[in-house]
Structure formats: C-alpha cells, structure tokens
C-alpha cells in the first residue's frame, strides 16, 4: 500500500467515523429526550398544553 492509498483510507475513515458518531449523537439525545418525559409522567408533572404551546409557530408575545 503507498502512502496516497494510506492517506486516503485514514481520511475516509475518520469521515466515516465523524459520520457515524453523529447518529450516536442524534440517538442520545433522543433517549435523553423520551427519559425525560417518562419521568416527568411518572410524576404527574407533565402538561401537554404547556409542551404544545411551546412549539406552535403562532403563539403571542
């Protein structure tokens, strides 16, 4: 193997693995997401009005 196929196997590897750890990312943060709701329901202290208000596009200042 010549040093221009091992440069670009390491660079498409870490590419790679940039790109794969994203989803890491992505799925962590959901299921800090749905663990939050489900702890906030056990303790009866979620409002779903309050969670809707919060992402509708016309709400009033």
Known sequence: MSRRQFGYLVGFLLVWLAWAASWVVVAALAA?????????????????GELTERFRSDRRP
């Open 32 to 48: 800090g997401v749905v663990g939050y709701l489900v702890v906030r329901a056990l303790e009866s202290d979620i409002d779903f």
